[in-house]
């Protein structure tokens, strides 16, 4: 069962713009991350949100997370090409055991 | 350096054959999980465990096993029950009880042949 489900799919947004992409979950949660993936590698941290907390900020990223709606985005500022790659938000499963759910992700390209 | 490391990066597995594909990690982490990719697909939770000798399904366990004998390991076998092993498998693992990241290693790539 998928936990998260990101929005967009997919996402093509021109150099300088801002990215936006959303996620969804189902269940009551801890605490709410967002990864990176490039292209066939592994996934990197990028930034973790409590669920008592509403909005947070790392560099040009910006996280808010609306637990009565159960979802969540992720805004990238001033986008460069170095951001293209694929985004995934994922959830534990609200304390009941250690379980990390993604969701399918959101593929952005950064168009020169 | 501290990290985790997933080995081999590519394997190749004839059908009917079983496959063992390893994760090690040196950061002390109790909890490890093995997640599945399918071409531009998401990740799935195939099996996770929490500490030593302990371990529980995911959502799509069936054709696969583990073990976890050490702490710094959790290989996982892909069986010939399987049926479409093709896929990308990533290993990760993270503190337990106060979830603040997860590590990925940098996967194995599975092709049957």
């Not at chain 1, 936990?3 to 189902?26: F, H, R, V, W």
């Not at chain 1, 996934?43 to 637990?67: A, C, F, P, Q, W």
């Not at chain 2, 710094?72 to 498998?89: D, G, H």
Request: hydrophobic share 30%; charged share 20%; glycine share 8%.
């Amino acid at each position: 069962s998928q936990q998260g489900e990101e929005d967009p799919q997919a996402l093509s947004i021109q150099e300088g713009e801002n990215a936006t992409m959303n996620c969804s979950y189902k269940t009551s949660i801890n605490n709410l991350q967002w990864y990176r993936q490039n292209s066939g590698r592994g996934l990197v941290h990028l930034i973790l949100i409590r669920s008592n907390e509403r909005e947070k900020h790392s560099g040009r990223l910006r996280v808010t997370l609306d637990t009565s709606k159960k979802s969540s985005s992720l805004l990238i500022t001033a986008s460069r090409a170095a951001d293209t790659a694929s985004y995934f938000c994922a959830t534990d499963a609200g304390g009941r055991d250690d379980k990390i759910i993604f969701g399918k992700g959101t593929r952005l390209h950064i168009l020169p | 350096d501290g990290g985790i490391t997933q080995s081999p990066k590519y394997l190749f597995r004839k059908e009917g054959q079983n496959v063992t594909l390893s994760c090690e990690q040196n950061l002390n982490h109790d909890a490890m999980y093995w997640y599945r990719q399918d071409p531009g697909q998401g990740l799935r939770l195939i099996y996770y465990s929490q500490i030593v000798n302990d371990f529980q399904k995911g959502d799509i366990a069936e054709g696969y096993s583990v073990s976890r004998e050490k702490k710094e390991s959790f290989p996982l076998t892909v069986t010939s029950a399987q049926k479409n092993p093709t896929a990308f498998y990533l290993c990760a693992s993270s503190n337990w009880g106060d979830w603040t990241e997860a590590f990925f290693g940098q996967g194995t790539r599975l092709t049957v042949v």
